[in-house]
Structure formats: structure tokens, C-alpha cells
């Protein structure tokens, strides 16, 4: 049987980049830069202060002291956003708010605290003379052109996911709008005569479709967007017929649920076989090995496991890495942590992902499992922040065995008595 790093790098061969888009600023949040950015112009675009305070010529009060301040004469005043065309001579000072244009003749600022100016002073007549009590060295408090940024300078890369940091200063270098990879569309489909969409009534044997509900979460919180094909029967033509709607809306990639493994009504991967092709439908990795990978009609397919800890750890495992490729974040994956286990854990030789609790104690990250682990049970999912990773060919793991883990949540102090594992 296929290891899952093998499935996964035949599954990546058939994803490439979707193409670009240009996105106002406001709305590139979690979207994926598809150009290198380059600086037009120097940041800052001029030398200004960084305080309030007293623009001065650092020489004239090299000397000054609390007991014995210097004076200087306030010939202006400069507030940010204006430039004033005045220069200081010696024992000068123009006053000056924080981000203006730096005047001539200056070469360091005093901050406010460092003078004896009155909080609620209002001056408007100048000359007006004011104390200084702290000596500064030339470049002071100034915020020099282009100490940050140099113009024509590439500042961010293609596949560099925006986070809010990067799209202010993108806002800063002047941009309005930027190109970005468009959203993959991932089309997902349920499979089976007991499922009922959610909000419907329910009928004896009958349960509700959870795996629609979280895969579309599962999509956008991977950088896609989702197209849902409801729920088919375990019908030939129903399964079709849906698939073919992902077809029709252009999908970059067909998840299924359900209807993969060897049950007598599993047709999805029979359909898929008729209309594309199937390049693997077995996974050594717990839960979720009933999973195939194949195309319909050219549309790359994975069909996950149907219960729904399989569909979410399938997803994790093979869909979220697809979506990266196709929105072309180069920022994936994201790194295991390293953990202690907390107990004793036994596998079964394939490559399992379980639910976990990861803690802190004393400055270490120890772990232990959720409950039982059968596949069906959500609730040890919601209530795990981590995946613990057993390798292939392990079958046990003693306390204190160090394991790879998937964050999957906020991860606390100390492990509470209460949860009961
Ligand atoms: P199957 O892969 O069709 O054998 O399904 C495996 C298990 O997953 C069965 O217990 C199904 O009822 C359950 N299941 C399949 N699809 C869903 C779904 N969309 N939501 C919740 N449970 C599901
Ligand atoms: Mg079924």
C-alpha cells in the first residue's frame, strides 16, 4: 500500500498554480501575493521626526543639562503634513510634531520631555525661547529617508501569503491594489442514501451530513473557496450527474466524501473511473485509508474517507497541500512541533494521525490522546488542539517518546483533570 508521503508527491505532480487576479488592498487578507512588489519610492519619503519635540542643531546643546540648560530661540512651528520653508541657525529651534518634514539646518530632534515646555503653552509669537535639558547626538530622534525602504527595491515576493502587517505596508509604499492568485474552487460532494443536508428532518437510519459542513470550513480555511454538490444517493446517475456540475463550473479540484472503500454501494469510485481515471484509492495512514486520488474529466478528484474524523484528517493530510499548490502559497507547510507523549500510545503499523491534547508543563510540550479514537467520534476532534503523528512501523509508543504534532489549536498551561482522558 501507497505511504502517505509517496500518495502525497503523485498528488502534487497534478496541481499547478490557478492564474492571478488584481484585489484591492481591503480585501487581499489571506490571499496569496502572485508579483514581486517593488518600492517606487523611499520609506520614509523624507526624513521626519519621531517625537514631538524641538528641532534643533545636536552642537548647540551638546552641553545641556537639567542644572544648566541651554536656550535656544523657537523661530516656528511645524506641524506634520506641511512643509515649512524656514532654516535653523545657530541657537535655534523650530518646534516640531511627530512625522513632519524635518527642516533645514537640523540634524536631531529633543523630545518634549527634554525641555521646559508647558503641556497647555499655546505659542504663536515667535521668538519665543525655550530650555533645553538633555544633550543629543546628531540623527536623534529623526526617522532618516529611506532607512526602511529604498526605492525600486523588491520588498515582497510572489507566494507570500498577505497577512494584515503586509497589506499596510503595501498601503504605505502607495499601492491600491495588488495581484493575487485567485481562490482555487473546490466543489464538494457527500455520498450516501442515509445522509440528511442539515436543517432537514430526520427519518429512522437516517443521520445528518456533518462532512459538507466541514469540509467547506476545511476549504476556506485552506485559501479556497467551495462549490457544494450536495448530497448524492448511492445512485449511478445522481453521483454523475453532481460531478458533472463541478465539471460544468469549472472546479480546480472535486472532493468527495464517502463511497470510496470496498462497500457493495461505494460507486464514486466507479463513476470516476468511467468519466476520468483512478491513480490510487488506498492510503497506509489512520484513519482515512479508503482514499482516492484521480481526476473526473481532467478535474483533478480526491475522494475521502465517509466518516467524518477520516474526511477531516484526509483533508488535513492530502486537500490542504493540493490548495496551497494551487493558490500558490509558498508558505506551506507549516512545521510539526515536537512533543512528549504523556502515555503510552499503540498503533498499528500504519501511519496514524490521532487526536490529541498538547499542554505546556515547565516549558515543555507534553501530550496525550482524546478519548477513543474511532473515526466517527467528532467529538474527540473538537475536543483535541493537535494531531499526535505515529509513524509507519511503529506499533508502540512509551511515556516520554518524543512525536511529531499538527497544531491544531491554542494550546494551554496545564492540562485540566476535568477534561477526564
Ligand atoms: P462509507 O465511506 O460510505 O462507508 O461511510 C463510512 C461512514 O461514514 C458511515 O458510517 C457513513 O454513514 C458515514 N458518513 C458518510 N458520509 C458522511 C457525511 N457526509 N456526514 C456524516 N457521516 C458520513
Ligand atoms: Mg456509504
Redesign the pocket.
Known sequence: MLSVASALEKLLKEFSVVKAEPVALMNCRGRILAEDVRASFDLPLFTNSSMDGFAVKSDDVRHAGVDHPVELSVIADIPAGLVVGKEIKKGQAIRIMTGAVVPKGCDAVVPIEDTNYGLNRAQDEFPWPIQIYKPVNPGDYLRVRGQDVHAGEVVLTAGTFLRPQELGFLGMLGFKEVLVYRRPKVAIL???D??VKVGSALAPGK??????VMLAAQIVESGGEFLDLG?AKDKHDDIYQRLEKGFMEQADLIVS?????V?A??LVRQVIEEYGSISFWRVNMRPGK?LAFGNYRGIPFVGL????V??FVGFDVFVQPAIAKLSGNREFPRPAQKVKLDEEIISDGRESYLRGIVYQKEGELYARLTGHQGS?NLRSLVQSNAFLIVPSEVKSLPIGAEVNAWITGVINQAISEDLGF
Open positions: 457527500s455520498t450516501g442515509e445522509l443521520i445528518y451530513d456533518a462532512n459538507s448530497i466524501s464517502a463511497g470510496v472503500s462497500g454501494f461505494d479508503p474517507p465517509g466518516n467524518p477520516s474526511a466517527g
